[in-house]
């Protein structure tokens, strides 16, 4: 039986400074999270979300405290091998190649994580997130929103990441796709990979494993 992946928080501090003065973001998170399992962090603008979640995608760099993955720290990974070779992120602003079509985006996926046939399986993927044939030919700048949000989720499920983050994944999409969405996050979850969901959306924190982290004043104050 494979071993659980195991991503650890330690007393993970972050500050910043606005011209002013410094503004500490996040004041002693300690959080853990193990593959097979579908996490929400919840929490209203201001909270420290998403320094937490860039934090942990290795987009910016530890200040203070650490995060480990299976013991080890993203430091010592170095943050440009951990971005590459242990998450994938769904970005709120998609971050989508705006010169390629939805399939060619998630094809370059597909390339990374050196899988086979990529052409037939980035219409699957993409198919399975409810963008059409003709859709996925499209360049993605002729989109809408909700469109290019589906087909950022399709670019994380082509890589083998052991690490998926999402920052409000759902938040261009109707009810319907949302559910749709979640339980593809899931499946991912269940296939055992580690999925942490940033959501202000109360329906979304639901679908979670019964694993909510609440952040309030840059700490997280109720599991």
């Not at 330690?10 to 910043?16: D, G, I, Q, V």
């Not at 999270?33 to 995608?57: D, H, N, P, Q, R």
């Not at 091998?81 to 998609?94: D, E, G, H, K, M």
């Amino acid at each position: 039986m494979k071993t659980k992946d195991i991503l650890t928080i330690e007393n993970l501090k972050h500050a910043y400074n606005d011209g002013q003065k410094e503004v500490q973001v996040l004041n002693g998170i300690d959080a853990k999270f193990e593959s097979g399992k579908m996490y929400a962090i919840v929490g209203e603008s201001g909270c420290g979300k998403t320094t937490l979640i860039s934090l942990i995608s290795a987009l910016d760099r530890v200040q203070s405290g650490s995060i480990k993955f299976n013991g080890k720290s993203i430091k010592s990974i170095g943050e440009e091998a951990f971005r590459l070779r242990y998450v994938n992120i769904v970005f709120q602003s998609y971050n989508l190649i705006k010169y390629m079509t939805a399939r060619e985006n998630v094809e370059v996926a597909l390339d990374f994580a050196s899988k086979k046939g990529e052409k037939e399986l980035a219409y699957e993927l993409l198919s399975k997130v409810g963008i059409k044939h003709s859709e996925a030919d499209r360049l993605v700048q002729k989109l809408s929103g909700g469109q290019q949000q589906r087909v950022a989720i399709a670019r994380a499920m082509a890589g083998d990441d052991p690490i998926i983050v999402a920052d409000e994944p759902t938040g261009n999409l109707d009810e319907k796709t949302t559910s749709k969405i979640l339980e593809l996050f899931h499946d991912l979850a269940k296939a055992g990979k580690i999925v942490i969901i940033v959501t202000h959306s109360k329906q979304v924190a639901r679908h979670a494993d019964a694993i909510i982290l609440r952040m309030k004043n840059g700490k997280i104050t109720k599991k």
